[in-house]
């Protein structure tokens, strides 16, 4: 099983992304922008980070990168692909996930320990939970601020495609506290939180049993896993 | 620019700072982008073309923002 995770200039987070996906059980494979070779990867993670320094549009440049045109085909295609942060930004700007993000409400960068609602466990990264669940990943961004016109909107809620919801507290201004989609096949999921962030005990978020015990992010990297193997 | 009903935080934040200078004339500031395409000789109207081809796809985000101009300048 081998999941590979992008690096564009100005990733940071990929390092983080690989460890999770090795320590789910799978083999992380280093997948670079400028090489359209997907490494014959059963899954792709687009990480968090600031590609291509934010410029013109918040993974609007990483989105024409040439890596992408072989991952844009390949999601078309089924095959899962998960975009943490500026990950979810990259695939809104690819057109694989509708809206835009905008900079947060408040006009600050945020990081918190966040807590979300699992709006819809039909999809290859979020099979392992269950509907309606409440998890705690960290969330840390500055243009996380979910939109999209009320058209996309009402097809977002119709169809189901709203695959994690802001709980307690919206952070950035998302309309209708969105935190994260799925496309209607349900093997491309983007979202703002990093659950990369939450995977070892020691180093994720506080939970009630005990300091930065949170493993909720596993997860998403569990699931897919199973997912490919039950294929 | 960005959309007319949508939030424009750096215009605010803009605005908010001529509020305190005393400008209360001025109720409302959004900020957009000049993007400049240089062309080694004078753009053709195919050239023009292209650019806004280039403007809709790529320089801009049709959820967030709109083109307002794409013209020809010395």
Not at chain 1, 25 to 52: C, I, M, Q, R
Not at chain 1, 85 to 105: A, D, W
Not at chain 2, 38 to 56: G, M, N, R, V, W
Request: include cysteine; charge should be negative.
């Amino acid at each position: 099983m081998k999941i590979g995770v992008v690096t564009f200039p100005g990733t940071l987070d990929d390092r983080d992304a690989q460890r999770a996906v090795r320590l789910a059980g799978a083999e992380a494979v280093s997948l670079w922008h400028a090489d359209t070779n997907l490494h014959e990867v059963d899954a792709v993670v687009l990480p968090g980070g600031f590609s291509f320094g934010d410029y013109l549009r918040c993974g609007a440049i990483a989105a024409q990168a040439p890596v992408m045109q072989s991952i844009i085909d390949a999601a078309n295609g089924g095959l899962p692909v998960l975009g943490i942060c500026n990950g979810f930004q990259v695939l809104v700007e690819s057109h694989l996930l509708p809206g835009g993000l905008i900079r947060n409400e408040h006009q600050h960068f945020i990081c918190r320990d966040q807590k979300l609602i699992v709006e819809n466990v039909d999809t290859a990264w979020t099979n392992g939970f269950k509907l309606g669940q409440e998890i705690t990943i960290p969330l840390k961004n500055g243009e996380g601020g979910y939109i999209a016109d009320a058209e996309t909107l009402n097809r977002l809620e119709g169809e189901g495609l709203i695959a994690f919801r802001y709980s307690e507290l919206n952070p950035n201004g998302s309309v209708n506290n969105i935190a994260g989609l799925k496309n209607k096949k349900g093997n491309v999921v983007g979202l703002m939180p990093h659950p990369e962030h939450a995977v070892e005990p020691g180093f994720g978020p506080d939970t009630p049993a005990a300091m930065r015990s949170g493993i909720d992010g596993l997860t998403f990297f569990t699931s897919v896993i199973s997912q490919l193997v039950n294929a | 620019m960005p959309k007319a009903d949508l939030l424009d935080p750096a215009g605010k934040a803009v605005a908010n700072a001529l509020q305190r200078k005393g400008h209360s004339e001025v109720t409302n500031v959004r900020i957009g982008k000049r993007i400049e395409l240089h062309y080694a000789t004078t753009p053709t109207e195919a050239d023009l073309q292209a650019a806004k081809q280039i403007a809709a796809d790529f320089l801009s985000n049709g959820v967030i923002e709109d083109v307002v101009n794409v013209s020809v300048e010395n």
